[in-house]
């Protein structure tokens, strides 16, 4: 992984800023919404030896959106300063899915599909909330 890691991140950074430039370029990036991210969060610190990467994280999770009606520039949500737990602004997964959704033109609750005879939504039954913050 030593080996490896930086080449690794600069073909993602390249490649997901040349995705966003070039939808800015020919002006898709308002009508297109881009999200980026991982299986896991990541904490600061690492168990491992020196330069052995940061450990995998269940409870915090980075992320970026560009596009389709996110704001430019922003940022949401705080952790405390080990990466540990979320301190302030927390988006549960529902509310992230429903605030694409929303992004997409389509209200998250009104948008149903029938399985096993029931209507069902992409969000659940929990209540969600269109993340406002990060709207543009």
């Not at 560009?66 to 529902?94: E, L, Q």
């Not at 599909?113 to 709207?135: A, D």
Request: net charge neutral; glycine share 12%; aromatic share 8%.
């Amino acid at each position: 992984m030593v080996k490896n890691l930086n080449a690794q991140c600069r073909d993602t950074d390249q490649a997901s800023a040349a995705l966003v430039t070039d939808l800015k370029q020919r002006g898709m990036l308002d009508d297109t919404l881009v999200i980026w991210g991982g299986e896991f969060g990541r904490s600061v610190y690492s168990q491992g030896g020196l330069n052995a990467g940061r450990d995998h994280h269940g409870r915090c999770f980075s992320m970026w959106m560009a596009g389709g009606g996110i704001a430019s520039g922003r940022m949401h949500g705080v952790t405390d300063d080990f990466c540990y737990n979320i301190v302030k602004d927390p988006v549960h997964i529902r509310d992230l899915s429903a605030t694409a959704l929303h992004c997409l033109g389509i209200n998250d609750k009104r948008f149903t599909y029938k399985y096993q005879g029931l209507n069902h939504t992409p969000t659940g039954v929990e209540p969600t909330r269109v993340v406002k913050e990060i709207l543009g």
